[in-house]
């Protein structure tokens, strides 16, 4: 914020003379995928006022503030995103046919630099907005009876996912033992879309040359492939998404073998307030149905509009509760420990999705990542591994294969876990199970090692007959009225009580 005034005085010392801003511009920047990244200024001067709106990737802005001219112009531009407001600010100055542009994310950041040149009325302009559908309820797809396994490629990869990484990813996933353990789904996240062909179809781009060559090498493992889009225009990264095509998409999806599809809000902003986002994701959850193949359906909308109310009528199998996750302890366990209200929606076929698991990615200890495995699954989560599997060490292979977790994780009644006792730091959380059982997750949030002592009673718990730690894959002994245990900084004790 602080050189915003700094740059108003350079920008206004400038006569206000030469040119006219007023048209379309483009910023065209090519990407190695043989894509385009494009941000689009529509600009009215009218005197030294400049209106319009600047569209770029998935963001659709409206100039609410301007000063200056073609000589030098500062442009204030913003939107609604759900509750929020998004800004940016665009400085920049015509040079012959050509305007030099300059925007910061943030007024601490370095500014991107950009040239944009004068582009045909109307290129670039949103599409028209599709009245949304009225809402009715889609039969279950009967997928997923417990929580889907697998992996996804955005929390390593993001952009840089192509086919060889994919097909690396498969043989790992089955010559790691992954895939012996229940590991199944292998799921490309956004930056795998091309342009549309003459006849409106979706087209990958030039990392992934044959989508269905490629869902048959997958297929070929014994293993199940999934993809992602948007309802919008345009996905988060900027992509092409499926606005306006969302039949046609599906056909398509279904066409190259796919199995399961992300649907990721985004771009659909642009066009649409938070409170139709029922009726936006039921139009691809009808479009799923309609191909007559079995597609779980993973709906990603950052858990706005209470998604888990409606998840299900939508013909939806999982749906994010939050926000993304990031590499880190903080966030990982922010989002982990967030959960707790709202185990009563999750049920088989249908599971809250906290994101993708970050084991292996670097930024967690392994202690850390026992204790996002496990808080996962005792929230019947998604296990949807966020790693380069071809790369990982035997400890991180070791907790991504841990059947006995994996077990609560999958456990057949698909019950989610609840905090049961807390008390500083100190967390007891219990899953309960098919037949009587109970997973008992011990953990210390604090970065000391802690002992933390409860009452079987106090978890609503009679005493067990049987304990098992599901990390040191031993029975524990004696069980008396109390639970005590000794916890790592950080980490977990997780439990399997039995009658
Ligand atoms: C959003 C989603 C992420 C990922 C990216 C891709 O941020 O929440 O999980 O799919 O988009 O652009």
């Known amino acids: 914020m602080s050189l915003m005034p700094v740059l108003f005085v350079l920008m206004v010392t400038g006569s206000v003379s030469a040119g006219d801003l007023t048209g379309n511009w483009v910023v065209r920047?090519?990407?190695?995928?043989?894509?385009?990244?494009?941000t689009y200024?529509?600009?009215?001067?009218?005197?030294?006022?400049?209106?319009?709106?600047?569209?770029?990737t998935q963001f659709f802005y409206t100039i609410k503030e301007s000063t200056g001219g073609p000589d030098g112009f500062v442009l204030t531009a913003?939107?609604?995103?759900?509750?929020?407001?998004?800004?940016?600010?665009?400085?920049?100055?015509?040079?012959?046919?050509?305007?030099?542009?300059?925007?910061?994310?943030?007024?601490?950041?370095?500014?991107?630099?950009?040239?944009?040149v004068r582009a045909p009325p109307g290129e670039g302009a949103l599409p028209a907005r599709l009245p949304p559908p009225a809402?009715?309820?889609?039969?279950?797809?009967?997928?997923?009876?417990?929580?889907?396994?697998?992996?996804?490629?955005?929390?390593?990869?993001?952009?840089?996912?192509?086919?060889?990484?994919?097909?690396?990813?498969?043989?790992?996933m089955v010559s790691s033992g992954m895939k012996d353990v229940g590991y199944l789904y292998v799921n490309i996240d956004d930056t795998w879309e091309g342009e549309r062909d003459g006849k409106g179809n979706i087209q990958s781009n030039r990392k992934f040359p044959d989508m269905k060559a490629l869902a048959d090498y997958v297929h070929g493992k014994g293993l199940k492939i999934g993809i992602y889009s948007s309802p919008g225009?345009?996905?988060?990264?900027?992509?092409?998404?499926?606005?306006?095509?969302?039949?046609?998409?599906?056909?398509?999806?279904?066409?190259?073998?796919?199995?399961?599809?992300?649907?990721d809000w985004c771009g659909a902003r642009t066009l649409y307030a938070d409170d139709q986002m029922q009726a936006i994701y039921q139009k691809m959850g009808d479009a799923l149905r309609a191909t007559g193949r079995p597609i779980v359906y993973s709906l990603c909308q950052y858990g706005r509009e209470e998604v888990w109310k409606w998840g299900p009528e939508v013909g939806g199998n999982l749906w994010r509760t939050t926000g993304d996750i990031g590499d880190r302890w903080e966030s990982m366990a922010k989002i982990g420990f967030g959960q707790d209200e709202l185990a009563p929606w999750a049920r088989p076929g249908h599971w809250n999705d906290p994101d993708m698991l970050e084991i292996g990615n670097g930024g967690m200890t392994d202690t850390e990542c026992k204790t996002h495995m496990s808080l996962w699954s005792v929230l019947a989560a998604p296990?949807?591994?966020?790693?380069?599997?071809?790369?990982?060490?035997?400890?991180?292979?070791?907790?991504?294969?841990?059947?006995?977790?994996?077990?609560?994780?999958?456990?057949?009644?698909?019950?989610?876990?609840?905090?049961?006792?807390?008390?500083?730091?100190?967390?007891?959380?219990?899953?309960?199970?098919?037949?009587?059982?109970?997973?008992?997750?011990?953990?210390?949030?604090?970065?000391?090692?802690?002992?933390?002592?409860?009452?079987?009673?106090?978890?609503?718990l009679e005493t067990p007959k049987q304990i098992r730690?599901?990390?040191?894959?031993?029975?524990?002994?004696?069980t008396g009225p109390e639970l005590a245990a000794t916890v790592p900084g950080h980490g977990v004790v997780l439990l399997r009580a039995s009658r």
């Open 29 to 38: 920047a090519p990407q190695e995928d043989g894509t385009a990244r494009r």
């Open 41 to 56: 200024l529509n600009l009215k001067q009218e005197g030294s006022r400049i209106t319009g709106s600047i569209r770029l």
């Open 78 to 116: 913003t939107m609604l995103d759900g509750k929020n407001e998004r800004r940016v600010v665009y400085e920049g100055k015509q040079v012959g046919d050509e305007l030099k542009l300059s925007t910061r994310r943030r007024p601490s950041d370095a500014p991107t630099e950009m040239v944009a």
């Open 135 to 172: 809402l009715h309820r889609i039969p279950d797809n009967g997928l997923v009876k417990t929580p889907p396994m697998g992996w996804n490629s955005w929390n390593k990869f993001h952009g840089r996912v192509d086919d060889a990484a994919v097909r690396g990813i498969a043989d790992a």
């Open 233 to 263: 225009p345009n996905t988060c990264a900027g992509y092409e998404g499926s606005y306006g095509h969302e039949e046609q998409d599906a056909r398509t999806f279904a066409a190259w073998g796919i199995d399961y599809l992300k649907y």
């Open 383 to 460: 296990l949807i591994a966020g790693n380069d599997l071809r790369t990982m060490t035997p400890a991180t292979r070791e907790i991504l294969t841990n059947r006995e977790v994996i077990a609560i994780d999958q456990d057949k009644d698909g019950k989610q876990g609840k905090r049961r006792w807390k008390s500083g730091d100190r967390e007891v959380w219990v899953r309960q199970l098919a037949g009587g059982a109970h997973a008992v997750g011990l953990f210390n949030l604090s970065t000391e090692e802690a002992r933390i002592a409860v009452k079987w009673t106090d978890l609503g």
């Open 469 to 478: 730690d599901l990390w040191t894959h031993q029975n524990v002994k004696g």
